[in-house]
């Protein structure tokens, strides 16, 4: 449900889009790993990360 407001309210946006997406199995692990394959297979082309945990955003920041 989260993801689908999120996409819903990005929609509005032209300016922006949703460039890739990933489960991580709401676990630290898989989310870290989901979270470091997106950031290299897309590197330079994003410049937000919206993770449903704060523990996977939070990987995305170190």
Not at 9 to 19: C, N
Not at 28 to 54: D, I
Request: aromatic share 4%.
């Amino acid at each position: 449900m989260r993801k689908t407001g999120f996409a819903g309210a990005i929609a509005k946006h032209p300016d922006m889009k949703i460039i890739a997406s990933q489960r991580g199995d709401f676990t630290r692990a898989k989310g870290k790993a989901a979270t470091e394959t997106l950031l290299s297979a897309h590197k330079g082309e994003n410049n937000a990360v919206y993770a449903r945990r704060s523990s996977r955003r939070s990987r995305a920041t170190k």
